[in-house]
């Protein structure tokens, strides 16, 4: 199966409690040049490196990987685990789903 993020939003529908995503926090996806932030494999999953700066203003470094499925309505849902390699160096989970207009 086909995967394009290119430009699609999601939102966190549940999230570990050693996560740091909120019902506010929303993520875009966009190509940037040569830049590498993930890489994709054949059946779109997705292994990428990650650095936001959380709410207290600390830059947080983590691993995820995410596993994109299609929904009912052809919106996007991805199942995610992850690890900070910073910090505490937690591990969890999460579920996003792409957020339409």
Same mark, same amino acid.
């Given at each position: !199966?086909?995967?394009?993020?290119?430009?699609?939003?999601?939102?966190?529908?549940? %999230?570990? /409690?050693?996560?740091? &995503?909120? =019902?506010?926090?929303?993520?875009?996806?966009?190509?940037?040049?040569?830049?590498?932030?993930?890489? !994709?494999?054949?059946?779109?999953?997705?292994?990428?490196?990650?650095?936001?700066? %959380?709410? /207290?203003?600390?830059? &947080?470094? =983590?691993?995820?990987?995410?596993?994109?499925?299609?929904?009912?309505?052809?919106?996007?849902?991805?199942?995610?685990?992850?690890?900070?390699?910073?910090?505490?160096?937690?591990?969890?989970?999460?579920?996003?789903?792409?957020?339409?207009?």
């Amino acid at each position: !199966m086909d995967f394009d993020f290119d430009g699609r939003c999601f939102g966190a529908i549940e %999230n570990s /409690a050693t996560g740091e &995503m909120f =019902g506010a926090t929303l993520f875009e996806h966009h190509p940037v040049g040569s830049q590498l932030l993930a890489l !994709m494999g054949e059946n779109g999953e997705l292994d990428m490196r990650y650095d936001p700066v %959380n709410l /207290a203003g600390a830059l &947080m470094t =983590g691993v995820i990987r995410s596993i994109p499925t299609r929904l009912p309505d052809r919106r996007y849902r991805v199942e995610e685990t992850w690890r900070w390699t910073c910090g505490e160096r937690s591990a969890g989970g999460s579920v996003l789903e792409e957020v339409v207009d």
